[in-house]
């Protein structure tokens, strides 16, 4: 079965633009989250969507927004890029909603991401 | 979510066991206890969860302390293929289930062959 697939893997923007990243979950898989991780770090929580409605959203600012389709595929948007913004950014899914009964026991299943580089 | 606390590095060699240490001592009741691991170049992958009792997987052991305050991940024979970095995360229920999973700085293992 195929894994949760991101698209592009690399990026190049400069400073000022925006930029949409893409994730496909996998097949079933219901709940879609969005993570950044810059160098050194761990991943920071953004958004999660589930059913296609947002149902839980990081300290991000609202530069910073997300969709979720029919599909249950995903899109991160992030506008007016700043330096700031260069980081991995990751996709994970799952069946259930993270943190309800089910979703506890559940694993997130992440993709390899897209590297975004800000110019 | 309950804060976790790991060593920045970990040293080991190939073909021995490997014993990650997380200490997790403001943890609730209804905490569970996530491990991901982050290979060089790709994204987390899950490993093993628990809440009381100790787990085992294909993967690995989990070793969960009788207060719950400490947990550790082992892995009975490592190979350079498990050199990463290794997350120890708390999941609380949320009854709106809406936050994302929160990761520290975790454990970088490295594997010497």
């Known amino acids: 079965d195929a894994g949760v697939t991101q698209s592009p893997t690399h990026l190049i923007k400069t400073r000022g633009q925006h930029v949409t990243l893409r994730c496909s979950p996998i097949s079933g898989h219901k709940s879609v989250s969005w993570y950044q991780q810059v160098l050194g770090q761990g991943p920071q929580f953004i958004f999660q969507y589930y059913e296609k409605e947002e149902r839980g959203r990081g300290n991000f600012p609202d530069r910073f927004s997300a969709r979720q389709f029919p599909n249950y595929s995903s899109e991160l948007n992030v506008n007016a890029l700043l330096l700031g913004d260069s980081a991995l950014y990751l996709c994970a899914s799952s069946f259930a909603l993270m943190k309800s009964g089910t979703g506890l026991r559940q694993p997130q299943h992440f993709g390899d991401g897209t590297r975004l580089s800000i110019l | 979510d309950a804060k976790t606390t790991q060593p920045n590095s970990m040293e080991s060699n190939e073909e021995e066991p490997v014993h990650l240490p997380c200490n997790h001592s403001?943890?609730?009741?209804?905490?569970?206890i996530h491990w991901y691991r982050q290979l060089p170049s790709q994204g987390p992958e899950y490993v093993i969860h628990?809440?009381?009792s100790n787990v085992n997987n294909r993967m690995a052991s989990l070793a969960i302390a009788e207060d719950r305050k400490s947990s550790t991940l082992i892995l009975h024979r490592a190979t350079l293929r498990d050199a990463a970095v290794y997350y120890c995360i708390l999941i609380m229920y949320s009854g709106g289930g809406a936050d994302g999973l929160t990761f520290g700085k975790g454990t970088h293992l490295i594997i010497q062959p």
């Open positions: 403001t943890i609730s009741g209804t905490d569970y």
């Open positions: 628990g809440l009381t």
